[in-house]
């Protein structure tokens, strides 16, 4: 299957995304988690996506479309894939429509996580991450086993700059601008559905194997 992930910062998106691609054997391949990784290694691209991610605000489309189409490139006998935070604009919408298209592929589904902005602002307030080997954790739904140490390499554990309580307001204005549009994109294109972002891990996970079912047992 190909499948995006989108929906507001706070969503669930990467979470789900880990957990299915690793039981339906999938390649997930997150924006967020790959720009982090070039800015932890000091690349050029990291640099210039730097400011622009602590500020709340988006990476330029053709940066983006440049770096995700690829990796996607390096994925051709790959069993589909999950898309985690990419596209996040009509324009990265319309690059990867003609990516796909030129190699005669389409997206199955775009699954859309509708959440509230109380549970946004929940979750944002309580994310963790380790800025050694990347893995996130959050205070109340996955606390690490040592407060404020990372489970994989005992790093100390940092809030990302983006989910500052100052930061979040400016980046639910930029998500309701630029990527809210997709909505109606994925609409008209026939692959839209929506799952329940406000639903804790264990009840959208059962959601989401719902549609994975369906969609194998239709031949996908």
């Not at 910062?9 to 997930?28: C, V």
């Not at 204005?173 to 692959?191: D, M, Q, S």
């Amino acid at each position: 299957m190909r499948l995006i992930f989108f929906g507001p910062p706070g969503a669930g998106k990467g979470t789900h995304a880990r957990i299915l691609a690793e039981k339906w054997k999938i390649p997930q391949l997150a924006t967020g988690d790959i720009l982090r990784r070039h800015i932890r290694e000091g690349t050029e691209l990291g640099q210039r996506a730097k400011a622009l991610i602590e500020r709340g605000e988006l990476v330029p489309d053709s940066l983006v479309n440049e770096l995700m189409t690829g990796q996607l490139a390096q994925l051709e006998a790959a069993n589909g894939f999950i898309l985690d935070g990419y596209p996040r604009t009509i324009g990265q919408a319309e690059a990867l429509e003609n990516f796909l298209k030129s190699r005669n592929q389409k997206l199955d589904k775009a699954l859309y996580f509708k959440t509230s902005t109380d549970v946004i602002i929940d979750r944002l307030s309580g994310r963790w991450s380790c800025p050694q080997c990347g893995a996130n954790y959050h205070a109340r739904n996955i606390p690490p086993k040592v407060a404020g140490k990372c489970d994989r390499c005992a790093s100390d554990l940092t809030q990302r700059a983006d989910d500052r309580p100052e930061t979040v307001k400016h980046r639910l204005e930029v998500y309701e601008k630029e990527t809210a549009p997709l909505l109606e994109f994925y609409k008209k294109c026939g692959v839209l559905e929506e799952v329940p972002g406000d639903y804790d891990v264990p009840q959208l996970q059962a959601e989401l194997v719902k549609v994975f079912e369906r969609h194998r047992k239709a031949g996908r």
